[in-house]
């Protein structure tokens, strides 16, 4: 039988981490907004997005072939998430596929349309989906 002091136990370190992680989450998140937002105005703008996943894309083709295969994206995209931004089925995403899927996830992450992806957006599904590609 669980005793009343191990069910306070358990309550409070489950209150302290329910605390804590939102609080770790947001200050990643902040630092993720701060080496993208390259014209400093607080937010993600699609140039700003691009720019970080043209750089990503340079990083993620080891085979310097100039496009990026699923070994290469593995991590940052599913099978069917590759299928559906290889419209050719050649099985490589080229620079304007990859930039092309940046900006489907961009405009997904901005339900408001005003053109620059605040924190809250950022950290929205759409969001974190997007970052997946721009780091
Ligand atoms: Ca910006
Ligand atoms: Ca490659
Ligand atoms: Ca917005």
């Excluded at 390259?38 to 970080?52: C, F, M, P, V």
């Excluded at 957006?121 to 974190?128: D, I, Q, T, V």
């Amino acid at each position: 039988m669980i005793s009343r002091r191990s069910v306070l136990q358990t309550f409070t370190v489950a209150t302290l981490c329910g605390t804590a992680s939102p609080v770790l989450a947001a200050s990643r998140l902040t630092d993720a907004v701060r080496m993208l937002d390259t014209d400093n105005d607080g937010t993600l703008d699609l140039a700003e997005a691009k720019k970080a996943a043209s750089a990503v894309f340079a990083r993620l083709d080891r085979d310097h072939d100039g496009t990026l295969d699923k070994r290469e994206l593995r991590g940052r995209l599913s099978e069917r998430e590759f299928d559906a931004a290889d419209p050719d089925h050649d099985g490589t995403l080229t620079m304007e596929e990859y930039l092309g899927l940046v900006e489907q996830r961009f405009n997904a992450a901005n339900p408001d349309k005003d053109g620059t992806l605040d924190a809250k957006e950022l950290n929205s599904r759409a969001g974190r989906a997007l970052l997946r590609l721009l780091k």
